[in-house]
């Protein structure tokens, strides 16, 4: 009797809990369904009515074909899809070559040297913003798109968490490689990054959404219309139709689909690593 109870409570306990967690993801989404909702409204309904109407009596897509059409949208989505992909291939390199020497080598001073990059994390871009707008101007890559991508080739947050996963694989993959005669650059290639693949595509993932989602940057660096990003040339959605909340709406979710669409491809791949699964005892 007193095991039925038991199983009773921990049933009840885990309807609550699902409840709650369930609860929260509406709360944490509903900001998403709201901006939905108002790019599908048209121009009659009122989208600042109380109570709120979420659900369209009219639908229409009639808001994402004129922002498209009016708008360059197309050319805004091409940069984007370049600076992003550009920015995450270019992390990815430079953040693996100076994680693996950091984990895996000994050499003089290598704490030091990790102590000093992890340090940079707490700097904020605000900071380092104009020196590094100095020095893009004097390279002259102001109004390129290889100004939009210099500041994020490679990142502190990158260098300490692909670390942390070359730091994960099992010696015994590196000295089965290094007896092979394989080079300490092919162990990287060949060893070390196929073994820290789920941590790549957790980076990959982190990097794209914020190259793909920054707007300070390229509004600074960039005074070129026709190289706009989808965050630019949604802020110049607000001047182009006077606040029209809608329309506003249709471009944010233009520029946000791209983003739930790659989620939804790559969550599979983010999981713990089994490097050590070709480790036999």
Known sequence: MNQGKQTQNQTWRTIWTYGLLGAIAILMLFPLLWLLSTSLKSPTENIFQ????????????????????????GRYLFNSTLVALLTVGLNLLFC??????????????????????????????????????????????????????????????????????????????EEAARID????????????????????????????IGAWSDFLWPLIVIDRPELYTLPLGVAMLAGTFSLDWRLIAAGSIISIA??????????????????????KG
Not at 181 to 208: D, H, K, Q, Y
Not at 266 to 273: D, N
């Open 181 to 208: 005669g394989c080079s300490e650059l092919g162990i990287w290639w060949n060893v070390m990054l196929p073994a820290i693949r789920p941590a790549l595509v957790t980076l990959a993932i982190f990097v794209f």
């Open 50 to 73: 109380f109570p709120p109407q979420f659900l369209p009596s009219q639908p229409t897509f009639n808001n994402f074909v004129r922002v498209w059409e009016t708008n360059p949208f």
């Open 96 to 173: 693996a070559l100076a994680a693996y020497p950091l984990a895996r080598l000994e050499f003089r001073g290598r704490e030091i040297i990790f102590t000093a990059i992890v340090t940079t994390i707490m700097i904020p871009f605000q900071i380092v913003m104009i020196p590094l707008y100095i020095l893009t101007v004097q390279l002259g890559m102001k109004n390129t798109y290889l100004g939009i991508i210099f500041p994020a080739i490679a990142s502190a947050f990158g260098i300490f968490l692909l670390r942390q996963a070359f730091q994960g694989v099992p010696k015994e993959l």
């Open 258 to 279: 791209p983003i739930l669409i790659l989620f939804l491809f790559v969550q599979r791949y983010i999981v713990p690593t089994a490097a050590g699964s070709g480790v």
